[in-house]
């Protein structure tokens, strides 16, 4: 999901950039107010352990293999304000070391990957594990956030990709988020693995295991919440309604529609011929509202399957152990 | 090209980048400067052309996702062309850069611009233990290959998983260890 550069446009970077500005900001703040000096040095060696875990390939169905991308892990091991400053530190140095990324597309990289991603998919991860009580339900809830958090951020670039003009929205809505849906299961199964074999293992090295209750992540979550959602009104809010919106009716209304500034970067394809298409974009809506039901239904089997009931009340320190 | 000042690189590349970017297609000259500029840097530089080459060939998914949406449509060759020459030359530009400039100079610039300084302590870090860990995920996962035998698809992706896991909990160890050796020197 690393944007090269060349795909993001002039505005749509300084967009990015800003948003992405501001979150790592409030991460930052966020981290030096919770974490302890002794614990500095861990962002740096998670990140490294980030790099690490994400060349380890997993064997998927067909001789091919993927890999863990892992911002919903790494939230639900530390919270997730270090989780952005860990995903954000992977990404820089990705840019420029090996030039994984672009440096103009940076801003939006980090917007999906660091921040959609790992707050999303812990957003998602709290409130599961809330309902689900348990190591089973901890398991349940990063399956499935890892899932979401995968899809959301290939949703959110797709809408970067359309704002910029580079592929319309009706194509790459659905290509990016079919492909991510796939991937998703992949990711979401490794996750809750690492998962489990950490908590089974060092159980204290998880975050708010060893405290008495989770800390709170209300103010916290609600400031991501607002970053994240100006940025789904920005780039993918314009894409998801049918009908013309709102900017442009006003435009065409008051008869400066034909003045507006030509594109930096022309549209790749302004007119998309191809039948069927806009068909695709729903049934891609349609399919990831059913595929969410179903995944979620795996995700309990996994936590099921793998956490044997007895084992299920020991969450290292917290209740009964 | 190795001794020239990180900023001035760093600068010159960023400003090249930003060019290429936002530059209309139309405007020819301006790529065909920045190919002239690139091509200098790498015969002053003398990068193995055929690292470049290896490097480019791994361009991204994405100039082929982009390849296959304008294969399905009429005037789609021309503008895809001008979507991967951008990012090639974007890329050369980054490559470049980063083979020519020791990674903590680019620190230091970074620093000089007021990155936040946990960001950069942060990155730092990173930097240095990214080979550690890389060669220690490789021992561990040699161990593994000579002692386990299965099969089984559903057991690889669990001992894999247990793999990451204790590649975890080693940097978390590792982390720990570090801060104490910092402050052993001195570190605030």
Known sequence: MHIPDGFIDGKTALATAALSAVGVGVALRQVKRELPPRKIPLLGLAAAFLFAAQMVNFPVAGGTSGHLVGGALV????????????????????????????????????FNMAI???????????????????????????????????????ISCAG?????????????????AGTHMLIGVGEGLISALVFLAIQRTRPEMIAGNGEPGQPRRRGELVRYGLLVSLGVAIFVAPFACPWPDGLERVAARLGFEH??????????????????????????????????????????????????KRANGI??????? | MQRLPAALKLGVALAMIVGTVLAPPAWTGWFTGVAAVLALAIL????????????????SPFVLGAALVNALQPSGRAQWMVLAARSALCLLTVVLVSNTTPFCDILRVLRRVQVPALLITTIALMHRYIFVLAEEAERMRRARNSRTF??????RWQTLATVVGQLFVRSSERAERIYDAMCARGWK
């Not at chain 1, 952005?84 to 440096?103: E, H, K, Y």
């Open chain 1, 160 to 176: 970067q990709l359309a704002s910029s003009g580079t592929v319309p929205w009706s194509a790459a809505f659905p290509a990016m």
């Open chain 2, 150 to 155: 299965h099969r089984g698809r559903r057991l």
């Open chain 1, 259 to 308: 003045k507006t500034a030509q594109p930096l970067l022309h549209a790749l394809a302004p007119d998309y011929q191809v039948p069927g298409i806009h068909w695709a974009v729903g049934a891609t809506a349609i399919a990831g509202a059913a595929g969410s039901l179903v995944v979620f239904a795996l995700a309990l089997l996994l936590g099921w399957l793998l956490v044997p």
């Open chain 1, 116 to 154: 959609v991603n790992s707050v999303g998919g812990y957003a998602i991860y709290r409130s599961v594990s809330r309902v689900l009580p348990g190591v089973r339900g901890r398991i349940t809830a990063l399956a499935f956030a890892g899932w979401c958090a995968t899809v959301l951020a290939s």
């Open chain 1, 75 to 110: 939230a639900a091991l530390l919270g997730p304000s270090a989780a952005v400053v860990v995903v954000t530190t992977v990404l820089i140095v990705q840019c420029f070391l090996f030039a994984d990324g672009g440096v103009m597309a940076l801003g939006a990289n980090i």
């Open chain 2, 44 to 59: 002053l530089s003398r990068i193995p052309l055929l690292f470049l080459g290896k490097r480019l060939l791994l361009l």
């Open chain 1, 315 to 321: 969450t290292g320190g917290l209740k009964d152990a």
